[in-house]
């Protein structure tokens, strides 16, 4: 009886899998988890801003809202995300397919790269550099230029007009925000998300950067909602002007790679207001007054990290209402009042307050 070599080296093959241990498949199981659980986490918090979002507009405008996706409509955003998944994926017929194509990755994919320097619990940060802060900077000034690309490749007046629209609204509200960044940064010695907040761990809710840069977290949180392109800032994709300006020609799953941008970066904002100003992780209770509840969510091990990853959940949540509201609250600003309200206001008052941090800092050697 004559064997083929195929059959013998499937034989081998079958072999080798069979004799593979209950450790080594665990091994493989554990290298797989740090990158599934972020992935896993990161959905579940967009969907809860979804939520979130939809639950807060029908309460200011006195409706109901989404109610038959499950209970209290809490899988609707799944529901909606399913439905573009299987609808049609359209491509302009004289437009650039490769940059229409590439446009809605790059916005996301340079969002995602910003979790990376985000501390979640004291021990729990994918990657602690040194110059993490300024590391989200940089990656976050990528998005725009998926927009534009999208804009661009769309070859629609509309759409090209919301890409360059999306383009200087970045750049007139990166600066600012930077300047913010580096006030903190002065004040804490360190460019390292960690040490950022670690440094607020003192004296509890008074020790927080809210209280010691009320003028920058202001113009933090502006400058924020600008580069989300949440209302009054939305401007490039004005319904009224430019019917949905760089997302015109989009469709199916594209289409809704948009939106999966705008949430993230939302929540990627909204986090680092929470690890900039109101101390991160900390539970924020006096140390003088309860030592052992202060220190609870420095505790090695699981249940340290988990108290840790809920505080910083909660005040993230919390600060989200501040821009779920506005968005049904404000008017959309002209192009004009958006570019003087950056440059002329913004600008000056994020120099003056990195100018008394720097002065304060060397008054304090």
Do not use: H
């Amino acid at each position: 009886m004559i064997i083929d070599t195929t059959e013998v080296q499937d034989i081998n093959s079958f072999s080798r899998l069979e004799s593979l241990s209950l450790q080594e498949v665990s091994g493989i199981i554990w290298m797989l988890v740090p990158i599934l659980t972020p992935v896993l986490g990161i959905t579940i918090g967009v969907l809860v801003i979804v939520w979130l979002e939809r639950e807060i507009s029908a309460g200011i405008q006195q409706r109901i809202g989404p109610e038959y996706a499950s209970p209290f409509g809490i899988l609707q955003a799944l529901a909606d995300g399913t439905k573009l998944l299987f609808k049609e994926n359209l491509l302009p017929s004289r437009g650039n397919t490769f940059l229409f194509s590439i446009g809605p990755s790059i916005a996301v994919i340079a969002i995602l790269l910003s979790y990376s320097v985000i501390p979640f619990s004291y021990n729990l940060v994918l990657a602690d550099l040194n110059i993490g802060i300024f590391l989200w900077i940089a990656v976050s000034s990528i998005a725009p230029i998926g927009l534009l690309m999208s804009g661009y490749g769309s070859n629609n007046k509309y759409s090209f007009l919301g890409g360059l629209r999306a383009a200087a609204q970045s750049i007139s509200y990166e600066i600012p925000l930077t300047l913010c960044v580096l006030s903190i940064s002065l004040l804490s010695n360190s460019s390292s998300t960690v040490d950022i907040v670690g440094a607020q761990s003192k004296y509890g809710v008074w020790g927080w950067n809210l209280w010691r840069q009320p003028i920058g977290f202001i113009v933090f949180l502006i400058s924020s909602l600008a580069e989300c392109e949440r209302l009054p800032f939305d401007l490039p994709e004005a319904e009224e002007e430019l019917v949905a300006g760089y997302q015109t020609e989009y469709s199916g799953i594209k289409f809704g790679l948009f939106y999966v941008a705008s949430y993230l970066n939302l929540l990627v904002s909204s986090l680092f207001v929470t690890v900039l100003y109101l101390g991160g992780w900390n539970l924020s209770i006096p140390y003088i007054l309860v030592p052992e509840l202060f220190e609870i969510n420095k505790a090695d091990g699981i249940f340290g990290t988990t108290i840790g990853i809920f505080i910083t959940l909660a005040k993230t949540y919390l600060f989200l209402f501040i821009p779920i509201t506005t968005r049904w609250t404000l008017p959309r600003l002209r192009m004009d009042q958006l570019l003087n309200l950056g440059w002329k206001f913004l600008l000056p008052i994020s120099l003056g307050n990195l100018l008394l941090t720097t002065s304060s800092q060397l008054l304090s050697l």
